[in-house]
């Protein structure tokens, strides 16, 4: 069909948005507050190139927080809806957001109805079908560019093509640059400037 359109679905941490992390705790979470966001460096100029390019750019992000009681479903909602702001202050459109709130296990004070085995959790497909179907995206020319194995897996499933993030010294991530289909990703680069180059040129 002619009048499909080339996209790009990004997840968000790891990918967009650096996580939070508290030296004193040893912990590592998602933003959960707009004050939070980080924005990686390369990230505005790497989607405004793609943007350019004429590709739809949209994000899906599994958040269990709200299934595991750890933050309200209202707190995902607010910093997604900050992070569209801040990527719109920098020339980035950000058409669709599609979010997974559902965990397998669930955890105290969670919202049971949340606390299930799902088809959108990625790497499930089907937080990316929703943005083919809504963005009318032709799967073949579109991209998902994640930083985990999750990413690429849910990429396969829905039928795109599979970018990665990969940072040097993340050696948990080795086999994802060197390792066997389907888990091999169609580009690597280690920000997204550098990725959106690498998929410009493909």
């Given at each position: 069909m002619t009048d499909w359109r080339r996209g790009i679905v990004l997840d968000r941490d790891g990918t967009l948005i650096d996580f939070v992390r508290d030296p004193e705790l040893g912990s590592v979470v998602s933003a959960f507050h707009p004050d939070q966001l980080r924005i990686y460096p390369g990230v505005p100029e790497g989607l405004r190139a793609l943007q350019d390019a004429g590709f739809a750019l949209a994000i899906a992000t599994n958040q269990p927080g709200p299934a595991k009681g750890q933050i309200p479903e209202s707190a995902v909602h607010r910093t997604n809806a900050a992070l569209v702001d801040m990527l719109a202050a920098e020339g980035v459109r950000i058409e669709a957001v599609e979010v997974c709130l559902h965990h397998p296990g669930g955890g105290p004070g969670g919202d049971p109805a949340l606390a299930l085995a799902c088809t959108c959790r990625k790497p499930g497909p089907?937080?990316?079908?929703?943005?083919?179907?809504?963005?009318?995206?032709?799967?073949?020319?579109?991209?998902?560019?994640?930083?985990?194995?999750?990413?690429?897996?849910?990429?396969?499933?829905?039928?795109?093509?599979?970018?990665?993030?990969?940072?040097?010294?993340?050696?948990?991530?080795?086999?994802?640059?060197?390792?066997?289909?389907?888990?091999?990703?169609?580009?690597?680069?280690?920000?997204?400037?550098?990725?959106?180059?690498?998929?410009?040129?493909?």
């Amino acid at each position: 069909m002619t009048d499909w359109r080339r996209g790009i679905v990004l997840d968000r941490d790891g990918t967009l948005i650096d996580f939070v992390r508290d030296p004193e705790l040893g912990s590592v979470v998602s933003a959960f507050h707009p004050d939070q966001l980080r924005i990686y460096p390369g990230v505005p100029e790497g989607l405004r190139a793609l943007q350019d390019a004429g590709f739809a750019l949209a994000i899906a992000t599994n958040q269990p927080g709200p299934a595991k009681g750890q933050i309200p479903e209202s707190a995902v909602h607010r910093t997604n809806a900050a992070l569209v702001d801040m990527l719109a202050a920098e020339g980035v459109r950000i058409e669709a957001v599609e979010v997974c709130l559902h965990h397998p296990g669930g955890g105290p004070g969670g919202d049971p109805a949340l606390a299930l085995a799902c088809t959108c959790r990625k790497p499930g497909p089907g937080m990316l079908l929703a943005l083919v179907a809504k963005l009318g995206l032709d799967p073949a020319q579109s991209w998902m560019i994640g930083d985990a194995a999750v990413d690429i897996g849910a990429a396969r499933a829905a039928g795109l093509r599979a970018g990665l993030v990969f940072e040097r010294g993340r050696c948990e991530m080795c086999p994802l640059r060197h390792g066997p289909d389907p888990l091999l990703p169609d580009a690597v680069a280690g920000n997204l400037a550098d990725l959106a180059r690498v998929i410009l040129q493909s």
